[in-house]
């Protein structure tokens, strides 16, 4: 068979034929246990608050029926549709996420440089910060949930759920370290066989009364509105929990592609999860006293031990995806100048997107245990989860909009429509889970204005910095026109100086400059800059400029989701013909103290909180991997 090209995500041609055939196949395999483990997890609970949390209905026939048609029809529009079909075209060179589509919305064409878009940013970094409230609550309430089964074996486990659930938490945290390149191979088949049992425990259920098929018709989604009025509309914060995995979803996309992660939800996991949802309505409808937790009493007794054990496999693996989707978005937040220099650990010589940050993985650990210690129940935190997610979902829509109306070139005509319909659904998903907000809800959007304001503080922190040196700064060529009459001393070896303004004179050189009265043979004026893309190509990461009187000016460029490395660049330098000793060059970096100024650039508190920020972010040296021998320090005091 002859084999076709066909285009991807990432603007690459790849061959169509067996061994892409194959390839695309374990790469969906790969997908069940990354992609899908926090969706995958959902009928552990969402059935089970739709009839008995805070906001939940009586489990009569009709309202069982009712809710699995919105339950299938949210799992329609908002996974196999939005995000599937549409979002993830959205792509930015391969990658997802919501700060990966905040790059894109940057630009109003392919190929532009950035654009000031305040709203759009704004609602970007929020979206992000919204993310770690779900990196909280998945791991806490899919452990929590899966243990819970114990109490439904005998009521004798009631009182070790919680301290077991911390037991296997402080597990998965403790061996962050030790990276998931060994454990993630059984990931993938792991959820495989979840995702056949939970079809296989659905379909046991469903045989006895098939009735419940009915449910497909959107007919009973409407009338449970019609019957219950205001309270079946409270019962949708208790649907959104069949499709809070979305966001996770998204931004995994760069680790697969979309292909494998579309084969992966048509192929098995929605019939997995829709069989199971179907199942269990069968169950209440045959006894609705099961509506206490309707995914073990699916299970007979001698399998219920077993169920329990994989169902806290399959909530580790959940836990895993959002954990790593949180070190991620912190790496992209601090290359893309919205999080000061964190620790940042690879954990895999072949992945590079395997990484780990300690400081994040102890406060997501702190954050989850307290979790679990407060609210104590998986019921408890249903009612926290949700208000995050939707609320992100919200914003993905706006941007996706933008994105398609300027990037795709579609006409209002088409996308408003489509727009709209995802917007509606979702508002109804948030004005349903913003009733929960003094119930629980309220966490995850403390959370998200504390990071939110801690990043939009470094942020503009930086920018106001930023300005102050390069006023302070003097241009170069000024520079080296002044040494015509009174040229300095200059000594053997290589001087680099590291600097965020690619045309004018370091700081760290004047000083070096005034005090020393001495300049090294060769100067490298190296600037370390990050594009709004995932990747830049390694022969365009390293530009090097030759100038006057022995200096020489290098820009090295990477993408948000790469670890900038001064040994990298200077071996990219070495290719590019410019030649030094490393034993013989010095690196000199600036470091400012910063002062309060009478008139702030930014409120005092906040002038207060970048300080602090700045004080505890990880050193240059340590971050860019520069040798620590080598390194020359030249401080300042600069006024905010």
């Known amino acids: 068979m002859k084999a076709t090209t066909t285009g991807v995500p990432g603007g690459e041609e790849v061959r169509e034929g067996p061994d892409t055939f194959k390839r695309t196949a374990l790469l969906a395999l790969g997908a069940l246990g990354i992609v899908y483990g926090d969706i995958g997890t959902s009928p552990l609970y969402a059935l089970r608050e739709c009839f008995t949390g805070p906001h939940g209905i009586h489990p009569t026939p009709e309202n069982v029926l009712g809710v699995l048609s919105l339950i299938f029809w949210s799992l329609l529009i908002i996974v196999s549709v939005k995000y599937l079909i549409f979002v993830m075209r959205a792509d930015n060179r391969g990658e997802g996420g919501i700060l990966a589509l905040m790059a894109l919305v940057m630009q109003r064409q392919k190929g532009q440089t950035h654009l000031n878009r305040p709203v759009l940013i704004t609602l970007g970094i929020f979206g992000a910060a919204l993310l770690y409230g779900d990196g909280l609550i998945t791991p806490a309430i899919t452990v929590l949930s899966a243990v819970e089964g114990l109490s439904v074996a005998t009521p004798v486990f009631e009182p070790f759920v919680v301290p077991i659930t911390l037991a296997i938490l402080a597990v998965v945290f403790v061996v962050q ?12 088949p792991v959820m495989c066989v979840w995702f056949l049992t939970l ?3 659905g379909v046991k259920e469903l045989v006895h009364n098939p009735a419940v098929l009915g449910a497909l018709s959107p007919v009973h989604g409407v009338m449970l509105f019609v019957h219950n009025g205001w309270h079946g509309f409270l019962v949708m914060g208790g649907v959104f929990l069949v499709v809070t995995g979305c966001e996770a979803l998204y931004a995994d996309m760069g680790h697969f592609g979309w292909k494998p992660i579309r084969w992966a939800w048509f192929g098995g996991v929605l019939p997995a999860l829709m069989l199971n949802y ?8 045959r006894d609705a006293s099961a509506a206490r937790n309707p995914f073990y009493l699916l299970a007979p007794s001698w399998m219920l031990y077993p169920l329990v054990l994989l169902s806290a496999v399959a909530g580790v693996i959940a836990s895993q995806a959002l954990i790593s989707g949180a070190f991620s978005l912190t790496r992209q937040a601090m290359q893309l100048g919205y999080s000061p220099r964190m620790e940042v650990v690879h ?5 590079m997107g395997q990484i780990y940050l300690p400081g994040i993985n102890w406060a997501l650990m702190v954050g989850v245990f307290t979790l679990v210690l407060t609210f104590r129940s998986s019921s408890a935190l249903a009612s926290a989860y949700g208000i995050a997610v939707s609320t992100t979902m919200l914003i993905t829509s706006v941007m996706a909009y933008v994105v398609a109306r300027e990037r795709w070139g579609v006409s209002r005509a088409l996308a408003l429509p489509v727009a709209g319909l995802f917007l509606t659904v979702e508002l109804a998903f948030f004005s349903a ?8 809800g309220w966490f995850p959007l403390l959370l998200a204005v504390v990071i939110f304001t801690l990043m939009t503080t470094w942020k503009r922190g930086r920018d106001i910095l930023a300005a102050k040196l390069r006023a302070s700064s003097i241009p170069l060529k000024e520079l080296l026109g002044s040494f015509g009459d009174h040229p300095p001393v200059r000594v053997p070896g290589t001087a680099i100086f590291m600097t965020g303004n690619a045309e004018g004179t370091p700081p760290a050189l004047l000083h070096n400059l005034k005090h020393n009265k001495v300049l090294h043979e060769q100067v490298v004026l190296l600037t370390m800059q990050t594009q709004d893309v995932p990747h830049v ?6 530009e090097v400029e030759p100038l006057e009187q022995g200096f020489v000016r290098v820009v090295a460029t990477y993408g948000f989701t790469e670890n900038p490395s001064i040994p990298d660049v200077l071996k990219r330098c070495r290719e590019k013909g410019l030649q030094f000793q490393l034993m013989g ?12 100024s009478k008139k702030p650039g930014m409120a005092m508190w906040r002038e207060a909180l970048f300080s602090w920020m700045s004080r505890n972010a990880r050193s240059a040296t340590a971050y860019f991997r520069i040798p620590p021998n080598r390194v020359v320090e030249l401080g300042s005091q600069v006024e905010l």
Do not use: C, W, Y
């Not at 179907?278 to 409808?285: D, I, K, P």
């Not at 190509?537 to 390293?542: H, S």
């Not at 060059?585 to 309060?596: A, D, H, N, Q």
């Open 177 to 188: 370290r030790h990276g998931t390149a060994g454990i993630g191979a059984v990931f993938g």
């Open 199 to 201: 079809a296989a425990l």
């Open 278 to 285: 179907l199942g269990q309505g069968a169950l209440l409808l």
């Open 347 to 351: 954990t895999s010589a072949e992945e």
């Open 433 to 440: 889970n913003a009733m929960k907000v003094a119930d629980g």
């Open 537 to 542: 190509p390694a022969e365009e990461r390293v």
């Open 585 to 596: 060059t010095s690196f000199f970096l600036g470091r400012e103290t910063l002062i309060p």
